[in-house]
T-cell receptor, first 112, second 114 residues
Framework: GQQVMQIPQYQHVQEGEDFTTYCNSSTTLSNIQWYKQRPGGHPVFLIQLVKSGEVKKQKRLTFQFGEAKKNSSLHITATQTTDVGTYFCASPPTGGGNKLTFGTGTQLKVEL | GAVVSQHPSWVICKSGTSVKIECRSLDFQATTMFWYRQFPKQSLMLMATSNEGSKATYEQGVEKDKFLINHASLTLSTLTVTSAHPEDSSFYIC??????????FGQGTRLTVV
C-alpha cells in the first residue's frame, strides 16, 4: 500500500532556529496536505499542495511540493514555542478517493 | 471552518465491555466519515471509512466485528469497540470533509481498558 515517510522523527530546536520536515513517497501523489497536531490535541489542517513544484507560504511557514510530486517539505523560519507539536503530511490514494494516508510525522519541540 | 464534534473525549472501561464513540458534523453534512487510531507518539492509522446509509469500508487488518461502525445519518457516525481489551486502549479520532479538500477532525477519544 501507499507509504509516506517523514524525516526527521523528532526535532528539538532553540527558539528562533529554523525547522524543516520532509515527506517522501514511493509513488506519485495527486496532492499533499499538511496537518499540525498539538500535544493532546487533534490534527488541524494547514495547507494543500496540488501542482508540481508548488510553493506556498503562511507567515513563517513555507510549504513545497516536489517537481516529481513524490516529496514535500515544510519549513518554519524562526521557530516559536507556539510551533510545538507534531507535523504530518497526508495524501489521498494514487487512484483517487477521499481517504487520507498520513505520514509518520515529525515531532517538534522548541526550547527557550 | 467546519466543526466535527466527538464524544466522549475520554473513557475508561472494564475489559470485556463495549464502548461507543460518537462523531458528529455540526454544521455540514458528511456522507463519508473516517475513523483513525493513534498510538502514543505515532501516526494516525486509518481504520475504516464510514459511509452514510451503507456498510463501512475497513482497512486491511481491522476487525469489522470488533470495531462496529454505524453511519445512520448525514451528521452522525458511531464507532463501537466491542468486548474491549487492554490492547484496544488508544486514541481514536474521527474526521469528515465538507465540500473542500481539508479534513476536519473531532477532538478524539482516549480509551483506556482496564
Amino acid at each position: 500500500g501507499q507509504q509516506v515517510m517523514q524525516i526527521p522523527q523528532y526535532q528539538h530546536v532553540q527558539e528562533g532556529e529554523d525547522f524543516t520536515t520532509y515527506c517522501n513517497s514511493s509513488t506519485t501523489l495527486s496532492n499533499i496536505q499538511w496537518y499540525k497536531q498539538r500535544p493532546g490535541g487533534h490534527p488541524v489542517f494547514l495547507i494543500q499542495l496540488v501542482k508540481s513544484g508548488e510553493v506556498k507560504k503562511q507567515k513563517r511557514l513555507t510549504f513545497q511540493f516536489g517537481e516529481a510530486k513524490k516529496n514535500s517539505s515544510l519549513h518554519i523560519t524562526a521557530t516559536q514555542t507556539t510551533d510545538v507539536g507534531t507535523y504530518f503530511c497526508a495524501s489521498p490514494p494514487t487512484g483517487g478517493g477521499n481517504k487520507l494516508t498520513f505520514g509518520t510525522g515529525t515531532q517538534l519541540k522548541v526550547e527557550l | 471552518g467546519a466543526v466535527v464534534s466527538q464524544h466522549p473525549s475520554w473513557v475508561i472501561c472494564k475489559s470485556g465491555t463495549s464502548v461507543k464513540i460518537e462523531c458528529r458534523s455540526l454544521d455540514f453534512q458528511a456522507t463519508t466519515m473516517f475513523w483513525y487510531r493513534q498510538f502514543p507518539k505515532q501516526s494516525l492509522m486509518l481504520m475504516a471509512t464510514s459511509n452514510e446509509g451503507s456498510k463501512a469500508t475497513y482497512e486491511q487488518g481491522v476487525e469489522k466485528d470488533k470495531f462496529l461502525i454505524n453511519h445512520a445519518s448525514l451528521t452522525l457516525s458511531t464507532l463501537t469497540v466491542t468486548s474491549a481489551h487492554p490492547e484496544d486502549s488508544s486514541f481514536y479520532i474521527c474526521s469528515a470533509r465538507d465540500s473542500g479538500a481539508e479534513a476536519f477532525f473531532g477532538q478524539g477519544t482516549r480509551l483506556t481498558v482496564v
